[in-house]
């Protein structure tokens, strides 16, 4: 919700920069804060100083702007040329599949069906540890794939009642928890976005 995005803002993130500020070092590029909400307010998990894959996935599309121009002028120093960035339009929301067992040892060569039903109805899957065999689709890693979906891709995805259940043949191939997981979240990221859009 918007009162959760400014607390996380004001208690989380705004402390965190002007602390390092405070310190003589005041940081400029990606920083990814994982948050887990609690019965007492976001909890910070971790910092990442980097744009790893499924956080990339998941807010790039949602940036309405020229990111190498972006990239280029935090390390140039000149952000402040660009001015603020717009606010991102609609909403986004990814889940990671992964193969049975990981991240510790993993299956390998499972036949993958489902994505083309994904795409069609406005998911993005992105694949991370697939390969062909025998023009068949099959696992090849932990992360197999993520699977996007975002309100401000296409019409299907912002205004369709049920975009999640086309993960779930895919989620299906992982584990009933994946395909839950897949569902809910996407709803959550959909229901969002038609309540800002009210």
């Given amino acids: 919700t918007d009162a959760l995005l400014d607390e996380v803002k004001k208690t989380i993130i705004e402390p965190t920069l002007k602390g390092m500020a405070a310190e003589g070092k005041p940081y400029t590029g990606v920083l990814y804060v994982g948050i887990m909400v609690t019965a007492k307010g976001p909890k910070v998990v971790e910092y990442n100083c980097r744009l790893g894959d499924p956080e990339c996935q998941i807010v ?3 940036y309405d702007g020229d990111v ?3 990239f280029d002028a935090a390390e140039k120093g000149e952000l402040a040329k660009l001015g603020a960035p717009k606010a991102p339009k609609g909403s986004s929301a990814i889940v ?5 067992g990981y991240p510790g040892s993993y299956e390998k060569g ?3 069906t489902g994505i ?3 795409e069609k109805n406005g998911a993005q899957v992105l694949h991370a540890g697939t390969k062909m065999v025998d023009g068949k689709l099959v696992t090849n890693g932990g992360r197999v794939f993520t699977v996007a979906a975002c309100s401000a891709w296409s019409v299907t995805v912002q205004r369709s009642k049920k975009p999640w259940t086309s993960l779930t043949p895919l989620a299906k191939r992982f584990s009933s928890k994946a ?3 897949a569902r809910t979240s996407v709803r959550r990221a959909l229901q969002d976005s038609q309540n800002k859009e009210a």
């Fill in 179 to 181: 395909s839950s997981t």
């Fill in 116 to 118: 083309e039903e994904a």
């Fill in 68 to 70: 190498l121009a972006l």
């Fill in 96 to 100: 990671v599949l992964a193969s049975a």
């Fill in 110 to 112: 499972k036949v993958v």
């Fill in 60 to 62: 790039l599309p949602l």
